[in-house]
């Protein structure tokens, strides 16, 4: 599907960023709904389509670690080894923001989450604008996260300005994000990179202090939420006998179970790769919702790898 405002020139996004509007760009984790860090008019927009709480800050992506110093009042040792290992990459570092960061930007707080994303039309983009772009997922407030410009589309429609084609996200899981403050580093939100492999990078263990991470903005309790009833169970079977009058459709991990073939099954993972799943679950997680479902029963993944990361998210999906 191709519509007027759906391509694959950068020149126009970028002039379109320029005059203040919003383009939805492709990462490598999620699609964003970008505007120039610089525009009030565009963050203003950026809050509007999606319905987001301003309470809820918006991070910022850059193309380069100098551009990303020059948001910030310092980038302590710990955040540049982090910097060096993962950036282009989907890790979003929280620092001590300066002035050149606007607090309608970042909720009043006094750090801004930064990261270069690894998709290379992105990447031209920021470089042939010079502008800092800040953008959260490219969904309605609550909603699934978009991995195609056909599922912005869909969701957003004509309510931005242009959408930036770059093919299917590979991720397909958003950011890990950390928040970094002098050689401390704190996990916010588990995401496409694991605690481990931050952890090696660092050479000693983050910070996972619970009370202090639910107090962050944007740390909500339901998001990534299909409209269709999302059950989340280890027990896949009991579910599905206690729902004998359901439309059901299952969202299992790697399994296929013995079920009638009129019930609907997608495996994220035939293999049992958690990146493979964690690339497939927002995209399975939008075809079910498009089906006519009275319940997406989602299977926990195993806790290796990306599985807690996923889990997570269908926690969240499955608040109503
Ligand atoms: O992979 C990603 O991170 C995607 C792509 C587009 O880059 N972006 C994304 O943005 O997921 P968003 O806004 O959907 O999620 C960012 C989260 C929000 O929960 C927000 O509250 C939190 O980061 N956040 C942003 N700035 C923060 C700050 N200064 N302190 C604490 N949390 C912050
Ligand atoms: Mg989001």
Redesign the pocket.
Known sequence: MSTSHTGRSVKKAAAILQAGGVVA?P????????GNIYSKKAISKIYSTKK?PRS????V?VASVDMAKQLVTSFPMAAMKLARKFWPG?L?I?LP?NKNVGDWL??D?????I?I?NHPLTLRLIEVTGLPLA?????PFTYI?PVTAQQVEKMLGSKVDYILDGGRSR?G?????V?VRGNAVRL??S??ITDLQIEKALGHPLQRNKSVKTA?????KK?YSPHTPLILTSDVISIVNKCKNKKIAILSFQKKYALPITIMQIQLSKKGDTEEAASNLYDSLHRLDQGDYDLIVAEKAPVYGLGKAINERLQKAAVK
């Open positions: 760009i990462t490598e984790t999620v699609y964003g709904l970008a987001r809820n800050p918006l991070i992506h989907p979003t929280i923001k970042t909720a707080e006094n750090t801004v989450g990261r994303p953008a959260p997922s490219a969904n996260s991720k899981i958003e950011s890990t994000i928040e916010l939100r995401g496409a962050y903005p944007g740390m909500f998001h």
